[in-house]
């Protein structure tokens, strides 16, 4: 994939289901209870020192809560005044098993099978899905802007489909990456650019 700016990522900062609902999947309504912990604040702020001398633009970001905090927090540390916040850039979306427990979804959408790019939940996304809306919004982003440094902050399976996207990975590729080299909990790589 050829763009015109450079890009960098962000998943966001720890929030309290990875803490205090490890076995349940992110609610079906997006709320501020789905927050960063302090701790989640913490990473995120030590990321955006990561990209002081990036000269960061303009920050993207997934329009659910925690995702905007991550946003807000880069964007006050680094003092960029423009931030936007786009559906697109979103979570994979589970159907009906959101909000449900973890073991009552990975039995039958188990975390490292080819099948999840084409089986889809009941009102959900499979990863093709997400993989097409995230390129969609990239090459959106891409239109609007030439030379600009931007970083998307997003989610980890949302951004991991991006990432393999930009990189033209073939389905064993992004299985390989997803066991090995997924994007953790406020990470911050660069996608795209010198």
Do not use: C
């Not at 090459?139 to 991006?162: C, F, N, R, T």
Request: hydrophobic share 35%; charged share 35%.
């Amino acid at each position: 994939m050829k763009l015109k700016n450079q890009y960098y990522i962000l998943r966001h900062g720890q929030t309290i289901y990875q803490v205090e609902r490890k076995k349940w999947t992110y609610p079906r309504v997006d709320s501020h209870k789905v927050r960063l912990t302090k701790k989640g604040e913490k990473q995120i702020k030590a990321a955006a020192r990561k990209l002081k001398r990036k000269k960061i633009d303009l920050i993207f970001a997934s329009d659910f809560f925690r995702t905007r905090q991550t946003a807000r927090i880069v964007a006050k540390e680094l003092g960029v005044k423009k931030m936007i916040f786009d559906k697109r850039l979103r979570d994979i979306n589970l159907g009906v098993y959101r909000g449900k427990l973890k073991d009552e979804f990975y039995p039958k959408f188990p975390k490292y099978s080819k099948t999840r790019f084409k089986k889809t939940p009941p009102q959900g996304e499979n990863w093709l899905d997400v993989k097409k809306r995230m390129v969609a919004a990239l090459k959106s982003i891409d239109k609007k802007s030439k030379g600009k440094i931007i970083l998307v902050v997003s989610h980890a399976e949302s951004l991991w489909l991006l990432e393999g996207a930009v990189k033209n990975w073939h389905y064993t590729k992004f299985l390989r990456e997803r066991k090995n080299n997924y994007i953790d909990i406020a990470e911050l790589r660069k996608l795209y650019g010198n």
